[in-house]
Nanobody, 123 residues
Framework: QVSLVESGGGLVQAGGSLRVSCAGS????????MGWFRQGPGKEREFVAS????????FYAESVKGRFTIARDNAKNTVSLQMDNLKPEDTAVYYC????????????????WGQGTQVTVSS
């Protein structure tokens, strides 16, 4: 089992950048695929990005491709999401997730979730 704690959310103007991070504890971090989901106001929860255990493969939702970058550091048990050129529609609670299986946009919900961190983008 792994515990996840997000940090780094906040308020930013459209076009700006923000970086959210996630620290994991428990079983070895490298055993888990990691990712980020988000849920905006009045919207369903949606996949944002994921990264494989080794970090060699990264996957992004079409809506964030080219603007967001996911990265992980297995030695530090952290995963991050760098968000550039933010848009008001990126406003959401961002959740760090982990799963022993690969995390994909079309797959089942990941097993482990953080408590979420709020990201607000003003126009």
């Amino acid at each position: 089992q792994v515990s996840l704690v997000e940090s780094g959310g906040g308020l930013v103007q459209a076009g700006g950048s923000l970086r959210v991070s996630c620290a994991g504890s428990g079983r070895p971090f490298s055993q888990y695929s990691m990712g980020w989901f988000r849920q905006g106001p009045g919207k369903e929860r949606e996949f944002v990005a994921s990264i494989t255990r080794s970090g060699n493969w990264k996957f992004y939702a079409e809506s964030v491709k080219g603007r967001f970058t996911i990265a992980r550091d297995n030695a530090k048990n952290t995963v991050s999401l760098q968000m550039d050129n933010l848009k008001p529609e990126d406003t959401a609670v961002y959740y760090c997730v982990a799963d022993a299986a690969e995390i994909t946009e079309q797959g089942p919900p990941p097993d482990y979730w953080g408590q979420g961190t709020q990201v607000t983008v003003s126009s």
